[in-house]
């Protein structure tokens, strides 16, 4: 009898539905290094030239442009380690919000309350998503495309609809 009890309460927290979340990034980082050579030369080839002219000013900003696009792409590649971990259990709904830095913020829901409210724009899709309890809540996957979002939203309900009508 112990057994079963104990076979139920693993049954309970054994995750229904599993997802891993990532940001999309178009350009690889080979195609990062490439883009980088190419307008450095650019970049360079220009300010040596506009130096050797005499408007060496010119051949200043051609450097900082350089540098503003290193760093423009800098910060979109750090922001694209974000993640989010999202686990649907019989007894748990569980968001983990992890930052570029590793910094990881845990959110856990009771499923019988859980509801997913989904914001849509006509044109576009899906446009947010909020995980909301009696207690509080927390936005999930805002960095997805609105097709990914389209997708997420449905599998995570099916996933809710699942858990709270086995009882």
């Not at 993640?83 to 919000?97: C, F, H, L, P, Q």
Request: aromatic letters at 14%.
């Amino acid at each position: 009898m112990m057994e079963r009890n104990a076979d139920t309460a693993a049954d309970g927290n054994r995750p229904v539905f599993a997802a891993e979340l990532f940001p999309h990034r178009s350009l690889g980082r080979k195609g990062f290094r490439i883009m980088l050579a190419l307008a450095g030369a650019f970049c360079l080839f220009y300010s040596v030239l506009f130096v050797a002219v005499g408007a060496w000013p010119i051949g200043l900003f051609f450097g900082a442009d350089f540098f503003l696009l290193y760093g423009a792409f800098w910060l979109n590649y750090r922001s694209g380690r974000v993640w989010e971990e999202v686990t649907v259990s019989r007894t748990n709904v569980s968001i983990r919000k992890f930052s570029p830095t590793g910094r990881m913020v845990e959110h856990r829901f009771n499923p019988f309350w859980t509801r997913l409210l989904v914001r849509r724009h006509h044109e576009i899709g899906v446009v947010s998503m909020h995980v909301r309890d009696r207690h509080h809540d927390t936005d999930v996957g805002s960095f997805l495309n609105p097709e990914d979002r389209e997708s997420f939203a449905k599998a995570f309900k099916r996933a809710l609809a699942t858990v709270t009508q086995r009882i």
